[in-house]
């Protein structure tokens, strides 16, 4: 399968097609010292403006045809260049809009057990259960920040963080030396940045995972949108929504500390997630200061790039996803009702949706591997033709429309994915796919979320992340090692997410959650007049849904195809 699927494989074709690319040009500098989030300090802050352009399909991603840092290309370079000789040093940048409204200063507290948020949008009213970025952020007293992303932008972000107080560190991709170097070189200035580059080796497609950690006075705040470091991804503009988990770990008494084995499981795989990306030893050592416990009940998911053999392919990937799922006692045998909510979508079949829904059901990929590898030739209980009925009632896919981009308020989106070649190959599941439409209208949306209910109802749980539905995100299928002939995971993307049980004690500030509505407020009916069987009312209070429920069959529509539409 060709790794173009996925976002990232998009800017070149995108440039290529006049577009811009928004994403501007770091002015700072790496720092040499270890840091931990401890600490605190100062520096002095250097930026250059750039004008940014919504409608991009930009990525962290630099091509060998005249890439610059972080996506600028040469005619972009030499104009930033230019500027600089003209005006040697802007900080802040002030071109952005402000938003109209001062935020809010929100109580930590309040994030204790965890909460779940759509990204406030500029325009739409706010419910309570939306939030920004300065608020996520809370700059005022920020000491470390670690922020992960597929794209940037820069100057936009260092108006969300007080680089004379806070140290920052921005895990990006690069996927050679040199393009590792020269963002060194463009961040020689700045005294409280450091750069962080995971493995880009081999097959490794895409550093595409969204994560903050950001170190306060008395608390660490753990953050996982669906949003990149974009100001439209946050609703600045008024055209995309995304979601946000968080949860606000409190800080140990001075000198106590945990040891690693005594994490939670949630904390063990973020530690193993940072681990593999290469950050900082300090930074990830310096996460035992705080207290997990409030994490148990959730779960910490993610895709390591590479290849996984030995027992560390059931930690990643759909195969990790599976293990959340039974560590959480969240298994079942039951069929399932899936609905997967993506910004991109791969060259799609049966079999991995197959993949996806035993995850789902929390197999780890063993069982499957085990039947296709057995000596002893033992059938399936059953059949793939059975298995791919089952899954074909209860698996929906949602991604928009044609019509419904065009409709939007942006009218445009580069960053949601599909290609013709994909959707009209005849394995590709088309009858699973739902115009996937906001409850806030002309809205679009970059959200990744699967939610998760068996039969029964009991058990129901939620997936929000950075993983979109494609192989890419989650892996491929498990294979036997040549030399091992053990089971071995390959995955081409870095992401994370995270898994909350329906049950969740977790809470959205001030949102009275309601059954999912469409935009005139009447409840989601089937065409009979009836509720759906199976609805997301489980969901009320823990995640607010998004999404137009049940969503409507596209019945001859095509998806927005972003490649052809110049």
Not at 134 to 140: C, F, L
Request: proline share 5%.
């Amino acid at each position: 399968m060709s790794s173009s699927e996925d976002e990232d494989s998009n800017r070149a074709i995108a440039l290529s097609l006049g577009k811009h690319d928004p994403v501007p040009s770091l002015a700072g500098t790496s720092i040499k010292e270890a840091i931990d989030l401890d600490s605190d300090g100062k520096a002095t802050t250097e930026i250059h403006e750039r004008k940014d352009d919504y409608s991009d399909a930009a990525s962290a991603r630099v091509t060998d045809s005249g890439g610059g840092i972080l996506g600028l290309n040469r005619k972009e370079m030499e104009a930033e260049r230019l500027a600089r000789k003209r005006r040697r040093s802007i900080s802040p940048p002030t071109s952005h809009k402000k938003p109209q409204q001062k935020p809010i200063r929100i109580d930590p507290e309040l994030f204790s057990t965890g909460t779940v948020k759509k990204t406030w949008v500029l325009g739409h009213e706010r419910a309570g259960d939306d939030i920004k970025i300065e608020e996520i952020m809370q700059k005022d007293d920020l000491r470390i920040a670690i922020l992960s992303s597929f794209q940037w932008d820069i100057p936009w972000l260092l108006t969300k963080v007080d680089m004379e107080r806070s140290k920052v560190t921005l895990v990006m991709q690069a996927k050679d030396q040199a393009t590792r170097t020269q963002y060194q070189q463009e961040t020689a200035r700045m005294g409280n940045l450091r750069l962080c580059f995971p493995s880009m080796e081999g097959q490794i497609n895409c550093m595409h995972s969204k994560l903050m950690l950001l170190s306060h006075p008395t608390y660490l705040r753990i953050v996982v949108p669906t949003a990149n470091l974009v100001r439209y991804d946050w609703g600045e503009t008024g055209e995309m929504e995304n979601m946000v988990f968080l949860i606000d770990l409190p800080r140990l008494p001075k000198e106590e500390r945990i040891t690693k084995d005594e994490l939670t499981p949630f904390g063990s795989e973020l530690v193993y997630f940072l681990e593999a990306k290469g950050l900082d030893q300090t930074i990830i050592e310096s996460l035992c200061a705080f207290d997990f416990a409030a994490t148990k009940s959730i779960a910490f998911v993610h895709s390591i790039g590479g290849a996984h053999g030995g027992e560390s392919f059931r930690r990643t990937g759909f195969c990790g996803l599976g293990k959340a799922v039974k560590a959480l006692r969240l298994a079942t045998n039951e069929n399932l009702s899936i609905d997967f909510v993506t910004s991109s979508v791969g060259s799609l079949d049966m079999d991995f949706l197959t993949r996806i829904w035993k995850a789902c059901q929390g197999d780890d990929g063993l069982a499957e591997f085990t039947r296709k590898n057995s000596t002893k030739g033992k059938a399936s209980k059953d059949s793939p033709d059975e298995v791919h009925k089952t899954i074909g009632k209860g698996f929906r896919i949602y991604f928009p429309s044609h019509e419904t981009v065009t409709s939007s308020t942006a009218g445009y989106a580069g960053t949601i994915c599909i290609q013709s070649k994909y959707y009209d190959n005849s394995k590709f599941p088309r009858q699973l796919m739902r115009d996937c439409k906001s409850v806030r209208p002309r809205v679009l949306m970059h959200n990744k979320i699967l939610f998760v209910r068996p039969d029964s109802g009991d058990n129901s749980w939620a997936y929000i992340g950075s993983a979109n539905c494609s192989e890419s995100a989650w892996g491929n299928k498990l294979v036997k090692d040549k030399i091992t002939k053990q089971p071995k995971l390959n995955c081409r993307n870095w992401e994370c997410g995270v898994l909350i049980p329906a049950d969740s004690k977790l809470y959205s500030q001030g949102y009275k959650a309601k059954s999912p509505r469409e935009p005139g407020g009447s409840t989601l009916e089937s065409s009979d007049g009836s509720l759906p069987s199976s609805t997301l009312q489980v969901f009320d209070g823990v995640i607010p849904v998004p999404m137009q429920y049940p969503g409507e069959e596209y019945n001859g529509r095509k998806p927005w195809y972003f490649q052809e539409h110049g």
